[in-house]
């Protein structure tokens, strides 16, 4: 009985650290893949606001305090995203919500100019 014993504690032991290896394998992918969607995120966030910089330009207006900022912000932002630094907080949300706001404007701008 105690040799039954010992070799269901040398399993258990052995499973326990295949769990443990398991589960440090996925928490290690999952972070990997968390980093791969943060560094894509900050590249199209950045592609994002140099396209607006560029329509901006391609409309022949000069680019405003306000939307100056927003670039720049956006720039950071996406800068800190594709270094790794996935902990942004709200800052994704609210520098998405910024830029998405300056695209729209100019949007409308544009449009009302060819009304006229």
Do not use: C
């Amino acid at each position: 009985m105690a040799a039954y014993k010992n070799f269901l504690n040398k399993e258990y032991a052995k499973s326990a650290e295949e769990i443990r290896t398991g589960s440090a394998f996925l928490k290690h992918r999952s972070e990997l893949a968390a980093t791969e969607e943060y560094q894509k995120a900050g590249q199209e966030l950045k592609l994002s606001a140099r396209y607006l910089e560029i329509g901006v330009k391609w409309t022949g207006r000069k680019i405003g305090k306000g939307t100056k900022t927003v670039i720049d912000n956006s720039r950071s932002l996406g800068d800190k995203l594709v270094k790794g630094s996935g902990r942004v907080g709200d800052e994704f949300p609210k520098g998405m919500s910024y830029l998405d706001n300056e695209i729209i404007e100019l949007g409308n701008k544009i449009n009302s100019e060819k009304k006229q």
